[in-house]
């Protein structure tokens, strides 16, 4: 249970956190509330394995592995929170279903973007081989799926296949406008919209839905990880450019690099002479090698992280909205704590920027 | 509806008929049948594109692209037969499941072969890139299992979810086994079972299912699907050394070039002296390049191919006699009718080889 006694156990999958220190308390906080609950999660997904077919337990266990900080769950089970015992059977299960949905993109993803290493482990594609990997991510998601007709209705499985399709809906989306430069402020909206925000979504709406909350606050719920996702996801898009390449692990710059308009680079373009544009534009289509650090000095100058960070804190405001008529519910104080915590996080990335 | 009018209609997706002049009337006979069930599917798929993100419907469109043999729904037809007329939309709906899973695999399938063309037309990986082909497999997953959770009870998703996952598994385990010597028979066969006949059984399960047939049948009908699609397989893997290029216009002997031990070479294997045996491993795990013309003239000599089409012949024995107790209901004769143009392709394929 390393994860949830760690300062970084509210970080999503992608990355370490930034700063972390600047609120260590409010992170353990949040996540040694739901130590019975992660724990339970875990116990359930290592019995999934025995639902595998004997030839690929090994490989559902190693992309299953249990070292991810389990964000979408923590979505789930905060908003169907009754208190921090042990939660229902049924609350556990939708957790595992989002957090299995979400693995089996990760696998896929690694694929696709040629990665190699994943939470300090070989990607499930560099060590099983390409192939293996595509079918391993097929077989989570059907068995994620599977999981959910273990309700007694088909609404589950209804809501998860849809936000399924939606997920690889944006990054399909994403993938085919990579080196374009046609994208603009509502292509980047939806795209977050549909890959990142929608599995934020679904996994507060079934919390909330599963532990039997009224319809409003199963709305409210949803309307709430929307907004929570989108900001987070501009949020790991600033950590790309802004966050300290030692603490975050990777390399900054990569959507620079790959030719992916996020929002710092929309800004910055829109906030450039027209001969920067240019050059900017040749960087993104790979008529130019990236010059990371020029653009970074612009970011600086051009006070591209403020207009950025200023979206996120609009979503969170908007994610807090969605909960305000709510406030007696036990599962309504406990999400806005994830909004405390994400506004945290863009401060800390705003000192060391 | 070219496919329905032509001698070919029957045929599984990966090939064109050997010989089908020997028994037109059988196969346009079973076909013709379905003339609007089949054309109720078009019409069903085609609804479904309105489903799918506006971004990603020109993809869907393309992998759902009706030149395919609708082998699949033709199970879930006969299965629920109940009349040429047209079929319910139950029906209709668990044929267009099965075949969007099925596509799905394609998709999937020509990622990771590498293969540029299916159906006369680039695959979706080489006309959208590989990531693209990856996400819209997904997706197509995703909205199948969608489709499923249109039933009154989470029964249909819960079938089908399995089969995807066990579908799943069977190729992953041949992916592993590719190039490797320890392939005996009983993975041969579970491989088989998994990656093809269950897809084949679930559609007849739930074809029957839907239909509202007995309990008893319905399980039959399974059994029926599973072991039609085990014989298929093994048929398919004799193609592949004993068809003829032109006709099922596709490279021969490619199982033995990509390293895959199906029953052919098992048998053959098992037929060699030891020194051939030792040749015909290295062939398999790339030490040697491949010998096909040789390891052709060693199966006619060692009567490989008689020794395997009658392992066709168990397997569609073991079919019938699963359908034996039940010819008093209407789809019965109908399924039987699948195994007779199994058996009549097999003998076509005697006779050219």
């Known amino acids: 249970m390393v994860v949830l006694m760690s300062p970084t156990a509210v970080l999503p999958d992608s990355m370490v956190p930034v700063?972390?220190?600047?609120?260590?308390?409010?992170?353990?906080?949040?996540?040694?509330?739901?130590?019975?609950?992660?724990?339970?999660?875990?116990?359930?997904l290592r019995?999934?394995?025995?639902e595998f077919e004997p030839e690929i337990r090994d490989l559902a266990a190693y992309a299953l592995d249990a070292s991810g900080k389990r964000l979408r769950p923590a979505l789930v089970f905060l908003s169907g929170w009754k208190g921090s015992g042990?939660?229902?059977?049924?609350?556990?299960?939708?957790?595992?279903?989002?957090?299995?949905?979400?693995?089996?993109?990760?696998?896929h993803d690694d694929i696709m973007d040629g990665a190699e290493v994943r939470r300090n482990r070989p990607t499930v594609a560099r060590r099983y081989g390409s192939a293996a990997a595509?079918?391993?991510?097929?077989?989570?998601?059907?068995?994620?799926?599977?999981?959910?007709?273990?309700?007694?209705?088909?609404?589950?499985?209804?809501?998860?296949?849809?936000?399924?399709?939606?997920?690889?809906?944006?990054?399909?989306?994403?993938?085919?406008?990579?080196?374009?430069?046609?994208?603009?402020?509502?292509?980047?909206?939806?795209?977050?919209?549909?890959?990142?925000?929608?599995l934020?979504?679904?996994?507060?709406?079934?919390?909330?839905?599963?532990?039997?909350?009224?319809?409003?606050?199963?709305?409210?719920?949803?309307?709430?990880?929307?907004h929570l996702g989108i900001g987070y996801q501009i949020y790991d898009d600033l950590v790309d450019f802004f966050g300290e390449e030692t603490r975050i692990g990777k390399t900054l710059g990569t959507d620079l690099t790959s030719g992916k308009l996020t929002l710092p680079l929309l800004?910055?373009?829109?906030?450039?002479?027209?001969?920067?544009?240019?050059?900017?534009?040749?960087?993104?289509?790979?008529?130019?090698?990236?010059?990371?650090?020029?653009?970074l000095e612009q970011m600086r100058r051009l006070g591209v992280f403020a207009r950025v960070a200023g979206e996120v804190a609009v979503e969170l405001a908007d994610a807090r909205a969605a909960l305000s008529p709510w406030q007696q519910l036990a599962p309504a104080p406990r999400l806005g704590e994830l909004a405390d915590l994400l506004e945290a996080q863009v401060s800390a990335l705003a000192q060391s920027s």
Do not use: N, W
């Not at 019995?47 to 025995?50: G, I, S, Y």
């Open 19 to 44: 700063a972390p220190a600047a609120e260590p308390l409010a992170f353990s906080r949040v996540f040694a509330r739901l130590a019975l609950h992660q724990s339970a999660l875990d116990t359930f």
């Open 47 to 50: 019995e999934q394995l025995a």
């Open 86 to 107: 042990a939660p229902s059977a049924e609350l556990v299960r939708v957790a595992a279903v989002v957090e299995m949905v979400h693995l089996a993109t990760l696998v």
């Open 134 to 198: 595509v079918l391993l991510g097929d077989a989570l998601f059907a068995h994620a799926l599977h999981l959910t007709t273990q309700y007694p209705t088909t609404g589950v499985c209804a809501a998860v296949s849809v936000a399924m399709r939606r997920v690889c809906a944006g990054e399909i989306v994403q993938t085919l406008r990579r080196g374009s430069l046609r994208v603009d402020r509502a292509d980047y909206s939806r795209i977050v919209d549909l890959k990142t925000a929608e």
């Open 200 to 226: 934020f979504r679904v996994s507060c709406q079934l919390g909330a839905e599963v532990a039997g909350q009224p319809a409003g606050f199963v709305a409210a719920a949803g309307r709430f990880g929307r």
């Open 267 to 295: 800004v910055l373009r829109e906030r450039l002479e027209p001969v920067d544009q240019e050059r900017l534009a040749e960087e993104l289509d790979g008529r130019r090698s990236p010059d990371l650090a020029t653009r």
